[in-house]
Nanobody, 121 residues
Framework: QVQLVESGGGLVQPGGSLRLSCAAS????????MGWYRQAPGKQRELVAT???????NYADSVKGRFTISSDYAKNTVYLQMNSLKPEDTAVYYC???????????????WGQGTQVTVSS
């Protein structure tokens, strides 16, 4: 299992920046992929960005060029640097860990509690 704790959310003006952190309870090097998802009121949860243990990254089209996902293996932490924030980025942001059960190929997903990001003037 993996426990995930997010931090870094808050209120920011349009055009501003925030950095989210996700601290994992175990080595992230052993985790297949870590990611950030978000859910706005009345909408489904959507993928924002992912990073694999091999450092391959993937981004939603809506955040490409503005958001950057990165990982620090020494701290077992994944970050989401968010620049040029827009009101439509307002949502609860969730950290996700995609863990493959050894010997089975089964993917287990673990979630953090979420952190609120509000972009407003």
């Amino acid at each position: 299992q993996v426990q995930l704790v997010e931090s870094g959310g808050g209120l920011v003006q349009p055009g501003g920046s925030l950095r989210l952190s996700c601290a994992a309870s175990r080595s992230i090097f052993s985790i297949y992929a870590m990611g950030w998802y978000r859910q706005a009121p009345g909408k489904q949860r959507e993928l924002v960005a992912t990073i694999t243990s091999g450092s391959s990254t993937n981004y939603a089209d809506s955040v490409k060029g503005r958001f950057t996902i990165s990982s620090d293996y020494a701290k077992n932490t994944v970050y989401l640097q968010m620049n040029s924030l827009k009101p439509e980025d307002t949502a609860v942001y969730y950290c996700n860990a995609d863990v493959i059960v050894v010997g089975t190929g089964i993917h287990n997903h673990y979630w953090g509690q979420g952190t609120q990001v509000t972009v407003s003037s």
